[in-house]
């Protein structure tokens, strides 16, 4: 029991060296990484960015939609698919269990 309490009091005493040592230094002084920020020169007899385009939100309607795949009617016609088939699966042997 005598044990214990000279510890937590030699605990104790450390810890209040401690924080009088901390609080009798100067006050932290914070620094700046990088300069502030600063206008361009000339910025204010430069002119400003155009408007931004007004949108319609309407398809344009000079081009009518074509599917990617035409049916096979279409097709026996002449047309053409607009992407390329798309590559066949790989597909390896099944794996033998040990």
Known sequence: MLLASTL??????????ALTALTARDPPQIAQATQPTQ???GAETKPTAP???????QRP????????????DAQKAGAQPALPPAPAEKVAPAIREK
């Open 8 to 17: 937590i009091a030699a605990g104790l005493a450390i810890s209040a060296l």
């Open 39 to 41: 206008s361009t020169p």
């Open 51 to 57: 408007p931004e385009p007004a949108m319609t939100g």
């Open 61 to 72: 309607s000079d081009i009518p939609p074509q599917p990617a795949r035409p049916d096979p």
